[in-house]
């Protein structure tokens, strides 16, 4: 039974939406033996300051990301796409977060 | 000393770009209005505010004698802050005792030049904890019985004391879940962690009778709807504490205190280890249900066990050796 026992336990990743904040931000990472002690120790290690309202924490190796090989062609292309962007119109004051 | 001045950097910045996180700090007492109760007894409710301040400070000392020595370092910080809850807790309440006493005493001189026989706290929160189990057992009894206090206390005629139980039944809420966690996590997991946490829950049934016997002070004050009679909450911690240990595969009636020959792994303090007669508590409170009725000679009454007095050694050290010292 002993050689199921795992010695350390897995890394999440850990995002909080701010008081203020419009959308949750990466923070940081943590290990814990589950999702739920996972909520638990983002809640004891992130938001003992009054910085949070909503944590989500995700397994780090469900992360997918992009390669830095990859980086010109994933990113490079959008670099001359200035009409993309919504410069042509005029925004009224009232509108934030754009 | 005041509390003003600490919230008063922290309040109020929300036109203030400085800070992107940890804005919005509240005065919990903000408000609230001080003047004590009519018919109320100043030295009753100031022993009243004693025995809830030294239960909540000695629990946050044992607490804290777990920084640098918890099993995770995740686990460490949330100990560090269910500890500094705790403190928060005994200094509200100190206050309140210094201010309702009127003897020209602080929450400083409370809680730092009193001897042992002066505090009033139970014996469960003096008690070291052999192990992680044993903490998070003992976790769970207090949390589990102070959440129930400081839910009715939330209606005392006092209203600062009805203040301090609202802001406390938010942080021991999660108090007793991070306990309970932990319980059902150990006594559901390997056979090993089972037997330690079967042997911790164990040892802790002993002094959890003590919780439930009304001081004669505190009947008074219930008498005068400030005070809660601890008698009350005995169902609503057996149905808690049964509902987590069965979680737990934990049974909940326990072997006599001393029986087991456990591993003592991550002994914080000396004492650990020492069998729980050998620290001083009384042995008649095995076997038949203890008397309902106040009893005498309990921590209420200043009756501790050798435990308290290497608290308060550490625990008071800095300020009589530099009387009167500031940061």
């Given at each position: 039974m002993s050689e199921d026992i795992k010695h350390e336990w897995p890394l999440f990743e850990v995002f909080v939406r701010a008081k203020r904040g419009l959308n949750h931000v990466h923070v940081g990472s943590l290990r814990a033996a589950d999702h739920e002690m996972a909520l638990h120790h983002a809640r004891d290690l992130y938001t003992r300051r009054n910085e949070g309202v909503s944590i989500w924490v995700v397994r780090s190796d469900d992360v997918a990301a992009s390669s830095p090989d990859e980086k010109e062609a994933f990113f490079s292309p959008s670099g001359d796409k200035v009409y993309r962007h919504p410069t042509y119109y005029s925004i009224p004051d009232s509108v934030p977060h754009i | 000393?005041?509390?003003?001045?600490?919230?008063?950097?922290?309040?109020?910045?929300?036109?203030?770009?400085?800070?992107?996180?940890?804005?919005?700090?509240?005065?919990?007492?903000?408000?609230?209005?001080?003047?004590?109760?009519?018919?109320?007894?100043?030295?009753?409710?100031?022993?009243?505010?004693?025995?809830?301040?030294?239960?909540?400070?000695?629990?946050?000392?044992?607490?804290?004698?777990?920084?640098?020595?918890?099993?995770?370092?995740?686990?460490?910080?949330?100990?560090?802050?269910?500890?500094?809850?705790?403190?928060?807790?005994?200094?509200?309440?100190?206050?309140?005792?210094?201010?309702?006493?009127?003897?020209?005493?602080?929450?400083?001189?409370?809680?730092?030049?009193?001897?042992?026989?002066?505090?009033?706290?139970?014996?469960?929160?003096?008690?070291?904890?052999?192990?992680?189990?044993?903490?998070?057992?003992?976790?769970?009894?207090?949390?589990?019985?102070?959440?129930?206090?400081?839910?009715?206390?939330?209606?005392?005629?006092?209203?600062?004391?009805?203040?301090?139980?609202?802001?406390?039944?938010?942080?021991?809420?999660?108090?007793?879940?991070?306990?309970?966690?932990?319980?059902?996590?150990?006594?559901?997991?390997?056979?090993?962690?089972?037997?330690?946490?079967?042997?911790?829950?164990?040892?802790?049934?002993?002094?959890?009778?003590?919780?439930?016997?009304?001081?004669?002070?505190?009947?008074?004050?219930?008498?005068?709807?400030?005070?809660?009679?601890?008698?009350?909450?005995?169902?609503?911690?057996?149905?808690?504490?049964?509902?987590?240990?069965?979680?737990?595969?934990l049974r909940t009636v326990g072997a006599a205190p001393g029986a087991s020959g456990h591993p003592t792994a991550g002994v914080p303090v000396e004492e650990a280890g020492v069998p729980v007669e050998e620290t001083g508590v009384p042995v008649e409170e095995t076997g038949v249900p203890a008397a309902t009725g106040p009893l005498a000679g309990s921590g209420r009454d200043g009756a501790h066990t050798a435990a308290l007095t290497d608290i308060l050694a550490e625990l008071q050290s800095v300020a009589r050796s530099m009387p009167g010292g500031v940061w």
């Amino acid at each position: 039974m002993s050689e199921d026992i795992k010695h350390e336990w897995p890394l999440f990743e850990v995002f909080v939406r701010a008081k203020r904040g419009l959308n949750h931000v990466h923070v940081g990472s943590l290990r814990a033996a589950d999702h739920e002690m996972a909520l638990h120790h983002a809640r004891d290690l992130y938001t003992r300051r009054n910085e949070g309202v909503s944590i989500w924490v995700v397994r780090s190796d469900d992360v997918a990301a992009s390669s830095p090989d990859e980086k010109e062609a994933f990113f490079s292309p959008s670099g001359d796409k200035v009409y993309r962007h919504p410069t042509y119109y005029s925004i009224p004051d009232s509108v934030p977060h754009i | 000393m005041s509390f003003d001045a600490a919230y008063e950097a922290l309040t109020d910045h929300d036109d203030d770009a400085r800070w992107a996180y940890g804005t919005g700090f509240a005065d919990p007492l903000a408000g609230v209005d001080d003047t004590v109760p009519d018919g109320v007894d100043r030295g009753e409710l100031a022993a009243y505010c004693l025995m809830l301040g030294d239960d909540a400070l000695i629990m946050s000392h044992r607490l804290q004698q777990w920084v640098t020595r918890a099993p995770e370092l995740e686990d460490e910080l949330a100990l560090a802050n269910i500890a500094l809850d705790l403190l928060g807790q005994a200094r509200l309440l100190l206050t309140r005792a210094a201010e309702v006493e009127d003897a020209g005493r602080d929450e400083d001189a409370l809680a730092y030049l009193r001897d042992a026989a002066d505090f009033r706290n139970v014996r469960l929160v003096e008690r070291a904890d052999a192990d992680f189990a044993h903490l998070v057992a003992r976790l769970l009894v207090f949390a589990t019985w102070r959440l129930a206090l400081l839910d009715r206390l939330t209606t005392s005629a006092d209203p600062v004391l009805a203040a301090i139980g609202a802001k406390g039944v938010k942080e021991v809420t999660y108090h007793r879940d991070y306990a309970a966690q932990w319980v059902v996590r150990l006594g559901d997991g390997t056979e090993l962690s089972h037997d330690r946490m079967q042997a911790a829950a164990d040892e802790v049934m002993p002094l959890v009778d003590e919780l439930f016997r009304p001081h004669p002070t505190e009947l008074r004050l219930v008498a005068a709807a400030v005070a809660v009679d601890p008698s009350t909450l005995r169902s609503e911690f057996d149905a808690v504490w049964g509902q987590v240990l069965t979680a737990a595969t934990l049974r909940t009636v326990g072997a006599a205190p001393g029986a087991s020959g456990h591993p003592t792994a991550g002994v914080p303090v000396e004492e650990a280890g020492v069998p729980v007669e050998e620290t001083g508590v009384p042995v008649e409170e095995t076997g038949v249900p203890a008397a309902t009725g106040p009893l005498a000679g309990s921590g209420r009454d200043g009756a501790h066990t050798a435990a308290l007095t290497d608290i308060l050694a550490e625990l008071q050290s800095v300020a009589r050796s530099m009387p009167g010292g500031v940061w």
